[in-house]
């Protein structure tokens, strides 16, 4: 069976940082291409990020409106995949989603971010 | 970006057919695929994949869904509704990144 458990959201002040951790199991993550999406208060999806897999030597690829601030990365030996996210704002409050491959069949159940003072 | 668009909201009586149509503002084909992909969202859960490549049911999903469309026009049919399909329905492309969502068809049932 196929899992991914995110972690690592919660209530942060703007400017500062979060990371947030991906989990798998059920699949070869170390063939997957991971992705972080996240959906906003208002029910809107947004994807963020994507990262290959060795074989396309870990290529990235951001959403233009929060590359600089936010860096996807991926431990192949823990099945894990991570979103380190800097000077967040208050527009980054959402639930965090990874997801593998596309189209995104599998979905973790979100770990929540809240920016706010 | 490619830009997806979405009536934000549908009802439907039970038993009846509910259409469910997504506008791209570019072309999503490539090499012979239409690479527009359907979720279903109810509330307090995460998105789950009903169609991929337009019109490829995902596993374990009920026949009563189906998709179909080409270049920029796409629509993802239930039919006939029941209850059960009270949620959240979004688009999304998957042929330029970045990967963009269209902004969601709530669909009621009556």
């Known amino acids: ?117 | 970006d490619i830009v997806l668009t979405q009536s934000p909201a549908l009802a439907v009586s039970l038993g009846q057919r509910a259409t469910i149509s997504c506008k791209t503002n570019q072309n999503v084909d490539y090499y012979g695929n239409s690479y527009m992909h359907w979720y279903q969202q109810k509330p307090g859960q995460q998105p789950k994949l009903l169609i991929y490549l337009a019109s490829n049911l995902a596993s374990g999903i009920p026949a009563r869904f189906s998709g179909r469309g080409s270049g920029t026009d796409f629509t993802l049919t239930i039919d006939p509704v029941e209850a059960d399909d009270t949620a959240t329905y979004y688009c999304q492309q998957s042929r330029n990144l970045p990967f963009t969502f269209g902004s969601g068809t709530k669909l009621e049932i009556k």
């Open chain 1, 1 to 117: 069976e196929v899992q991914l458990v995110e972690t690592g959201g919660g209530l942060v002040q703007p400017g500062n940082s979060l990371k947030l951790s991906c989990a798998t199991s059920g699949f070869t993550f170390s063939t997957a291409w991971m992705n972080w999406i996240r959906q906003t208060p208002g029910k809107r999806l947004e994807w963020l990020a994507q990262i290959e897999d060795k074989s396309n030597n870990y290529f990235i690829s951001y959403l233009e409106s929060v590359k600089g601030r936010f860096t996807i990365s991926r431990d192949d030996s823990k099945s894990s995949v991570y979103l380190q996210m800097n000077n967040l704002k208050e527009e980054d409050t959402a639930i965090y989603y990874c997801t593998h491959n596309n189209p995104f069949a599998y979905w973790g159940q979100g770990t929540l971010v809240t920016v706010s003072s």
